[in-house]
Protein backbone atom coordinates (compact mmCIF):
# COMPACT_ATOMS: atom_id res chain seq x y z
CA UNK A 1 0.00 0.00 0.00
CA UNK A 2 1.41 3.31 -0.99
CA UNK A 3 0.95 6.12 1.36
CA UNK A 4 2.89 9.67 1.12
CA UNK A 5 2.29 11.01 4.88
CA UNK A 6 2.92 15.27 4.89
CA UNK A 7 4.13 16.78 8.65
CA UNK A 8 5.75 20.35 9.41
CA UNK A 9 2.51 22.57 8.72
CA UNK A 10 1.39 25.08 11.59
CA UNK A 11 0.70 28.32 12.28
CA UNK A 12 3.08 31.30 11.78
CA UNK A 13 3.70 34.54 10.92
CA UNK A 14 4.37 36.82 7.53
CA UNK A 15 8.09 36.76 7.09
CA UNK A 16 8.03 33.21 8.84
CA UNK A 17 10.04 30.33 7.33
CA UNK A 18 8.59 26.73 7.66
CA UNK A 19 9.79 23.33 6.38
CA UNK A 20 7.20 20.71 4.92
CA UNK A 21 8.08 17.15 4.85
CA UNK A 22 6.68 14.25 3.05
CA UNK A 23 7.68 10.60 3.79
CA UNK A 24 6.50 7.99 1.41
CA UNK A 25 6.10 3.71 1.59
CA UNK A 26 5.11 1.53 -0.23
CA UNK A 27 7.01 3.33 -4.05
CA UNK A 28 10.06 3.14 -5.20
CA UNK A 29 10.89 6.70 -4.19
CA UNK A 30 13.94 6.90 -6.26
CA UNK A 31 11.94 6.59 -9.17
CA UNK A 32 9.25 9.17 -8.66
CA UNK A 33 8.97 12.56 -9.82
CA UNK A 34 7.75 14.52 -6.34
CA UNK A 35 5.18 17.27 -6.28
CA UNK A 36 3.70 20.08 -4.13
CA UNK A 37 0.64 21.27 -4.17
CA UNK A 38 -1.67 23.69 -2.56
CA UNK A 39 -5.45 24.59 -1.97
CA UNK A 40 -6.35 27.59 -0.33
CA UNK A 41 -10.69 27.63 0.73
CA UNK A 42 -12.21 28.28 -2.09
CA UNK A 43 -9.76 28.06 -4.14
CA UNK A 44 -8.82 24.90 -6.91
CA UNK A 45 -5.80 23.13 -6.09
CA UNK A 46 -2.45 25.04 -7.69
CA UNK A 47 1.23 23.81 -8.49
CA UNK A 48 3.47 24.61 -5.83
CA UNK A 49 6.37 22.75 -7.14
CA UNK A 50 8.24 19.61 -8.11
CA UNK A 51 11.40 17.96 -8.56
CA UNK A 52 12.78 15.46 -10.35
CA UNK A 53 14.07 11.81 -9.07
CA UNK A 54 17.44 12.77 -8.48
CA UNK A 55 17.01 15.88 -7.42
CA UNK A 56 18.81 17.78 -9.94
CA UNK A 57 15.78 19.76 -11.47
CA UNK A 58 13.64 21.27 -9.69
CA UNK A 59 10.41 23.25 -10.79
CA UNK A 60 8.25 26.14 -8.98
CA UNK A 61 5.38 28.28 -9.42
CA UNK A 62 5.90 31.94 -9.92
CA UNK A 63 4.25 32.75 -6.78
CA UNK A 64 7.04 30.69 -4.95
CA UNK A 65 9.61 30.90 -6.89
CA UNK A 66 12.49 32.58 -4.89
CA UNK A 67 11.51 31.98 -1.30
CA UNK A 68 9.90 27.91 -1.44
CA UNK A 69 12.97 25.56 -1.65
CA UNK A 70 12.03 21.59 -3.14
CA UNK A 71 14.55 19.23 -2.14
CA UNK A 72 14.56 15.10 -1.92
CA UNK A 73 16.75 12.43 0.57
CA UNK A 74 16.31 9.19 -1.67
CA UNK A 75 17.44 7.58 1.11
CA UNK A 76 14.67 8.59 3.66
CA UNK A 77 12.17 8.43 1.08
CA UNK A 78 11.68 12.03 1.86
CA UNK A 79 10.48 15.08 0.17
CA UNK A 80 11.22 18.80 1.24
CA UNK A 81 9.33 22.28 1.19
CA UNK A 82 11.34 24.93 2.82
CA UNK A 83 8.93 27.90 2.74
CA UNK A 84 10.39 31.48 3.61
CA UNK A 85 9.07 34.97 3.82
CA UNK A 86 5.47 33.48 4.14
CA UNK A 87 2.79 35.51 3.53
CA UNK A 88 -0.58 35.22 4.16
CA UNK A 89 -1.74 33.96 0.69
CA UNK A 90 0.39 31.08 0.95
CA UNK A 91 -2.38 30.12 3.57
CA UNK A 92 -3.77 26.46 2.47
CA UNK A 93 -3.26 22.77 2.74
CA UNK A 94 -0.65 21.58 1.20
CA UNK A 95 -0.17 18.05 -0.67
CA UNK A 96 2.90 15.94 -1.71
CA UNK A 97 2.12 14.03 -4.98
CA UNK A 98 4.23 11.58 -6.21
CA UNK A 99 4.56 10.65 -10.45
CA UNK A 100 6.55 8.20 -12.40
CA UNK A 101 6.37 10.95 -15.58
CA UNK A 102 8.63 13.56 -15.81
CA UNK A 103 7.99 16.52 -12.97
CA UNK A 104 4.53 18.07 -13.91
CA UNK A 105 2.52 21.22 -12.86
CA UNK A 106 -0.56 19.45 -13.67
CA UNK A 107 -2.09 17.56 -10.88
CA UNK A 108 -3.49 14.74 -13.30
CA UNK A 109 -0.05 13.85 -13.84
CA UNK A 110 0.63 12.47 -10.45
CA UNK A 111 -0.63 9.15 -9.45
CA UNK A 112 0.01 8.83 -5.39
CA UNK A 113 -1.53 11.95 -2.87
CA UNK A 114 -0.80 12.79 0.77
CA UNK A 115 -3.71 13.68 2.86
CA UNK A 116 -2.15 17.04 2.86
CA UNK A 117 -0.74 19.55 6.36
CA UNK A 118 -2.64 23.00 7.08
CA UNK A 119 -0.14 25.74 6.98
CA UNK A 120 -1.53 29.05 8.46
CA UNK A 121 0.56 32.04 7.53
CA UNK A 122 -1.32 35.45 9.97
CA UNK A 123 -0.65 38.82 8.66
Request: charged share 15%; aromatic share 12%.
Amino acid sequence: QVRLVESGGGLVQAGDSLTLSCTTSGLTFSTHAMGWFRQAPGKEREFVSAINWSGVNTYYADSVKGRFTISRDNGKNTVYLQMSRLRSDDTAVYYCAASLQYPQARAAEYTYWGQGTQVTVSS
